[in-house]
C-alpha cells in the first residue's frame, strides 16, 4: 500500500474495556507518530516513535494509554479501562527521520480510528 | 506554553483570495506547516516554511515571519473542492503542535 492504514476504522467500546488500534506506516518510514483528534480540535501529540523506541511520550494522558512498535513497523496504541472521555479520532502519522530531508519531512497521516466509548 | 492561534471559521467566494492567519507561541521552533482536513478525512500536506518569507506551490502560497511568531496561507482562485478545515503546525523538535483549525467554507 501506498500510505498509512489504520485498523479498525470505527470502535464502539463500553466504558471500562481495553481497546486496540493498529497503526501500518509507509514503508520505509522510521518515524511513527500518534495523535488524538476531537471534534472541532486539532489533532493533539500523544506519542513519537523513532524505529522501535518511544522517543517522546510526553503527550499521553495518563497511565491507561500504552504504545508499541516491537519491530520498527506497525505500531500499536493500547487503552486500558475506557472512559467516555476516551472518545476520539485516533490519527496516526509516519514521516521520514526528523532532519533527513531539507523539506521538512512532512508527517503523512492514515484516515484515523473512530472510538466511541459509550 | 505552546499557544497556536487561527481564527475558527472563514468564508469566500469561489474564484476569489482568502488569506488565513496563524500565530504561534512555541518553545522551540524547526518549521511551520499547514495541512488541509476535509470533513471525516486525514490531514493532508500543504506547504512547510522553516525560513522566513513566501512559498508558492500553485495556487497555495504559505508566508513566515519568526520574529512575528507570524504565518499565512493563502488560497488563490477558490473552488468549491477548496472547503475545508485548514490546520496550521509548529514543529518544536520532533512532534508538531496543531492549532485548532480554520473552517474555510467557499460559497458559489
Known amino acids: 500500500g501506498a500510505g498509512v492504514s489504520q485498523t479498525p476504522s470505527n470502535k464502539v467500546t463500553e466504558k471500562g474495556k481495553y481497546v486496540e488500534l493498529r497503526c501500518d506506516p509507509i514503508?520505509?518510514?522510521?518515524?511513527l507518530y500518534w495523535y488524538r483528534q476531537s471534534l472541532g480540535q486539532g489533532p493533539e501529540f500523544l506519542i513519537y516513535f523513532q524505529g522501535t523506541g518511544a522517543a517522546d511520550d510526553s503527550g499521553l494522558p495518563n497511565d491507561r494509554f500504552f504504545a508499541v512498535r516491537p519491530e520498527g513497523s506497525v505500531s500499536t496504541l493500547k487503552i486500558q479501562r475506557t472512559e467516555r472521555g476516551d472518545s476520539a479520532v485516533y490519527l496516526c502519522a509516519s514521516s521520514l527521520k526528523p532532519g533527513t530531508s531539507g523539506r521538512g519531512d512532512e508527517q503523512y497521516f492514515g484516515p484515523g480510528t473512530r472510538l466511541t466509548v459509550t | 506554553g505552546q499557544n497556536i492561534d487561527q481564527p475558527t471559521e472563514m468564508t469566500a467566494t469561489e474564484g476569489a483570495i482568502v488569506q488565513i492567519n496563524c500565530t504561534y507561541q512555541?518553545?522551540?521552533?524547526?518549521?511551520l506547516f499547514w495541512y488541509q482536513q476535509h470533513a471525516g478525512e486525514a490531514p493532508t500536506f500543504l506547504s512547510y516554511n522553516v525560513l522566513d518569507g513566501l512559498e508558492e506551490k500553485g495556487r497555495f502560497s504559505s508566508f513566515l515571519s519568526r520574529s512575528k511568531g507570524y504565518s499565512y496561507l493563502l488560497l488563490k482562485e477558490l473552488q468549491m473542492k477548496d472547503s475545508a478545515s485548514y490546520l496550521c503546525?509548529?514543529?518544536?523538535?520532533?512532534?508538531?503542535?496543531f492549532g485548532t483549525g480554520t473552517r474555510l467554507q467557499v460559497f458559489p
Open positions: 512555541t518553545s522551540g521552533f524547526n518549521g
Open positions: 514503508s520505509g518510514h522510521t518515524a
Open positions: 503546525a509548529v514543529r518544536g523538535t520532533d512532534k508538531l503542535i
